[in-house]
């Protein structure tokens, strides 16, 4: 696993009111899996780790990622190092959502790579008038009515490691795997792509071009992955393919008892396995 040096006693100090099972895996090194229950200030002891590390990189070319699962959870943490950070530390962050991440720094400047995404493509969301539009489309092609569950149905399909549609539309809605391709051949076709394709094309340039995630791994000292038991499949893939270069540590926070992500193709059993892959110490 990436071994990486203990912070010194100056940076060893936290900049956060802790507890002294809250500190204990801030000052550890190494790879770290910490499992938090609701309560335990998991969003603090991220913070304090975030605050540390990015102390330590003041000065160099290398910053560290802050990856959550919510808009909200960003601001939140965003928030925070504005109160306690200092410039200089603020700019050694990247606090973002896997979506964001994957499209500034893997998708958007690697889009060449990927020759299914369009040129100057933009992101379908389920409020995008498009995606009704498109949605209908489908539909009229198999002469069936829009009916109450139609739209979110087909908002639930994500692609998987293989490229196939999965998701609670299909399991249990209207939704087929060829209806599924089908949206997704207008969408690219329209210029467009979902928030499941971030990760998938991300995906396929990593796992093809070596290169990319060398450059990503190089850019980022440490990864600190929030609620980590909603890690999917196509995500796990796209760490490892980081970690594969052994030049970042990886800091995992999540609560196996609280995954919501399940529909989305979540389980806390692909956390475990990407904890014992990089030989996480578990806290």
């Known amino acids: 696993s990436a071994r990486l040096h203990r912070p010194s006693d100056r940076l060893a ?123 209908t489309a489908v539909e009229d092609e198999i002469g069936r009515t829009i009916g109450r569950t139609t739209f979110d149905d087909y908002a639930s399909i994500s692609m998987g490691l293989d490229g196939e549609p999965y998701g609670p539309g299909i399991e249990r809605g209207i939704v087929t795997a060829p209806l599924a391709k089908r949206l997704w051949q207008f969408m690219l076709a329209g210029g467009f792509i979902d928030f499941s394709m971030i990760l998938y094309y991300s995906y396929q340039i990593l796992q093809q071009h070596p290169f990319v995630a060398t450059g990503v791994a190089s850019k980022f000292k440490w990864f600190l992955i929030d609620e980590f038991q909603d890690t999917t499949a196509v995500q796990i893939e796209i760490f490892k393919a980081i970690f594969t270069h052994k030049q970042s540590g990886f800091f995992l926070v999540g609560d196996e008892n609280q995954s919501i992500y399940g529909f989305a193709g979540a389980r806390p059993a692909l956390a475990q396995d990407f904890a014992t892959h990089i030989e996480a110490s578990l806290d």
């Open 13 to 135: 100090k936290p900049m956060i009111s802790l507890t002294a099972e809250q500190r204990a895996p801030i000052i550890e090194d190494g790879n770290i899996y910490l499992s938090a229950c609701p309560g335990s200030g998991k969003t603090r002891v991220i913070t304090a780790k975030l605050l540390l590390l990015a102390e330590g990189q003041v000065g160099s070319p290398r910053s560290i990622a802050c990856i959550t699962y919510t808009n909200a959870a960003v601001d939140e943490i965003e928030a925070r190092l504005k109160q306690m950070g200092s410039r200089s530390i603020i700019d050694c962050t990247e606090v973002s959502t896997i979506h964001s991440f994957c499209l500034q720094y893997i998708l958007r400047p690697y889009r060449w790579l990927a020759k299914d995404v369009p040129a100057r493509f933009r992101i379908l969301t389920r409020e995008s008038p498009d995606f009704e539009r498109l949605v």
